[in-house]
């Protein structure tokens, strides 16, 4: 298997536009972006920009929602259920 390597800001800005094209707002997806390129900065591979394909297809099939409405539905002083609207976390 061949090696590929990548300058960080270029492939930082390919995750960022591929998450911008499946609807995510600038923000969430600069921030999925730096968390997927610091787990592969960190040498933790399976949870880096691999991951990326399969937030795409997830996204194809209408699993996740790129823009969620995150709500708190029932929160006690130490819990919280949350409704994540389908969204990536």
């Known amino acids: 298997m061949q090696t590929q390597t990548y300058q960080y800001q270029k492939l930082y800005d390919f995750t960022v536009a591929m998450f911008n094209k499946m609807g995510c707002p600038a923000e969430e997806a600069a921030s999925a972006a730096r968390v997927l390129l610091s787990a592969d900065l960190r040498g933790v591979d399976s949870h880096g920009v ?31 259920v949350v409704d994540g609207d389908r ?3």
Do not use: F, Q
């Open 87 to 89: 969204g990536w976390a």
């Open 50 to 80: 691999a991951r990326l394909s399969g937030y795409i297809r997830l996204w194809e099939a209408d699993r996740v929602n790129a823009k969620p409405d995150i709500k708190i539905v029932h929160e006690t002083p130490s819990t919280a």
